[in-house]
């Protein structure tokens, strides 16, 4: 297996771009933290997972691990392709208002309210449908936008046929087990997530065959901590559910499963002595498990009807001959959602010391970042780790280890606000920095309220800091009043 040596920011990197911050005063006295993503290397990162996949496929990256809209309208410029995943009507809004068209949107919140669905079929984005209950919401709106006479009842046979603009899937747990991080992880005998394929695979049977419209399948297996293995098996899984389905919704006058959804969760690396492995790996391996979903195939198939005309579902782009014999092209538009993937790596976190208290066996670092932005890393330490650096007061890397290894602890009133506990790191002092690597995703999006903190001043680069932007400013002691209002 091919592992992936260019995964983060190298240290000679940030070194060059704290920096040149500092001496660009882009990091203020005022900026006691801040965020910082190499948008050269952003850049890259989509390039790369652009090339692996077919010109087709949709990469609807997650918007819940990145919803800077600097970083979203930043991103769009990058390709074609490139779309975004929402999982909530809020992050739906949030992508209509950067400017992404209703078909570069994926929506998949698992609790969808009547109103929010039929917003989104109004709206025309791409819709993981969660369960068979909010399937049949679906169908209850379609008749009343005027569908009802073309759609039956679920133990109807007949052929039914939808024109608007959206597509819609349906999310199916593939029940192949759970990964490293219980937490983190969605496809295991339970899941709040999604239909399990083995528990209900006669009603998913059912719907497919009876819902010409339903024309998706979706996956996601989980988030860090599972095996590149688990992703393939899991994709497998679906991939034969689908051919099967396929041959029998082609016999009956249906399009075929078009859209396939593989979600994200390809581990990314958070330690340097840990190698992930690479997403070329991974998409050659879903070749090899799945070819179809990489090639366009034809199948000659029976249809027997008495009318001979042509029939066109401009939805899902096929004709369907009604004739004796019939040919059809069935191809596949492959959804990808990697936001740990792509974003992780890109950005990292700086925090000044403000103090350094030293115990007989440990020393603590005090920290302008804490749970309110590493929520989970304090809350579960055993399962989320990052690396550490510490750079002096004018951006230059400290080298050495002190006697006493350090706990790096935040600034709000619980005793769990420490990100890390006995680390070996350099000798700290007061107005020195601590960098905390591979934090460009699932950290802001996560930030907390509690002590009513201020956010940090969020910035993109260049080159290793030839160009700044400001990319979010450092929130104001009145923007909080006006939070809490």
């Not at 995964?7 to 005063?25: D, P, Q, W």
């Not at 976190?349 to 066996?361: C, G, I, L, M, Q």
């Not at 970042?369 to 650096?389: I, K, M, Q, T």
């Not at 080159?463 to 923007?479: A, C, I, M, Q, Y």
Request: neutral net charge; charged residues 25%; aromatic residues 10%.
């Amino acid at each position: 297996m091919f592992f992936d040596n260019q995964s983060g920011l190298s240290v000679g990197n940030i070194e060059r771009s704290l920096t040149s911050a500092i001496a660009k005063g882009f990091l203020r006295n005022e900026d006691t933290a801040a965020i910082f993503y190499d948008l050269t290397f952003l850049q890259s990162r989509i390039g790369r997972l652009v090339s692996c996949f077919p010109s087709t496929t949709l990469h609807a990256l997650a918007i819940k691990a990145n919803p800077l809209i600097r970083i979203m309208n930043f991103i769009k410029t990058i390709h074609s392709g490139i779309g975004v995943e929402a999982a909530s009507m809020g992050e739906v809004n949030l992508a209509l208002k950067t400017g992404y068209s209703p078909d570069r949107i994926v929506y998949d919140s698992p609790v969808k309210t009547r109103a929010e669905l039929e917003s989104a079929l109004k709206t025309g984005v791409h819709i993981n449908v969660d369960n068979l209950s909010e399937l049949e919401r679906i169908k209850k709106l379609l008749e009343e936008m005027g569908y009802g006479d073309k759609l039956s009842s679920l133990n109807s046979d007949s052929p039914q046929t939808y024109d608007k603009k959206n597509t819609i899937g349906i999310r199916i747990n593939p029940q192949i087990g759970l990964g490293t991080i219980v937490e983190s992880s969605v496809a295991g005998e339970y899941s709040k997530f999604g239909v399990p394929i083995r528990d209900q695979r006669p009603s998913l049977e059912k719907v497919f065959l009876n819902y010409s419209w339903l024309t998706g399948v979706h996956l996601h297996v989980g988030s860090q901590g599972c095996a590149m293995q688990m992703l393939i098996d899991g994709i497998g899984i679906l991939y034969d559910f689908m051919l099967e389905m396929n041959e029998k919704r082609l016999k009956k006058g249906f399009p075929p499963i078009s859209n396939f959804d593989i979600g994200g969760g390809l581990p990314v690396s958070y330690r340097r002595d840990e190698k992930p492995p690479s997403m070329e790996d991974y998409v050659a391996a879903i070749r090899m498990r799945a070819p179809g979903l990489f090639e366009t195939q034809s199948s000659n198939l029976k249809y027997q009807n008495h009318n001979s005309k042509l029939k066109t579902n401009k939805h899902s782009n096929f004709q369907i001959f009604k004739s004796s014999n019939f040919q059809i092209t069935d191809t596949h538009t492959i959804i990808t959602e990697f936001g740990r993937w792509t974003y992780t790596n890109a950005g990292w976190t700086v925090s000044r010391v403000e103090y350094v208290k030293h115990d007989p066996a440990i020393n603590t670092a005090m920290l302008h970042v804490g749970a309110d932005l590493f929520v989970r890393e304090c809350l579960n330490p055993r399962d989320w780790h990052h690396e550490y650096s510490v750079f002096d007061s004018q951006g230059s890397l400290k080298t050495g280890v002190d006697d006493h290894p350090y706990n790096l602890a935040g600034p709000l009133c619980f005793a769990g606000d420490i990100i890390a506990k006995g680390v070996q790191l350099p000798r700290m002092e007061e107005d020195d920095y601590v960098v905390i690597h591979d934090s460009g995703s699932y950290t802001f999006s996560m930030w907390s309220r509690y002590n009513s903190r201020q956010t940090p001043r969020i910035l993109g680069y260049f080159n290793e800091g030839e160009k700044f932007e400001v990319l979010k400013e450092r929130e104001s002691l009145d923007d909080i009043c006006s939070y809490w209002k």
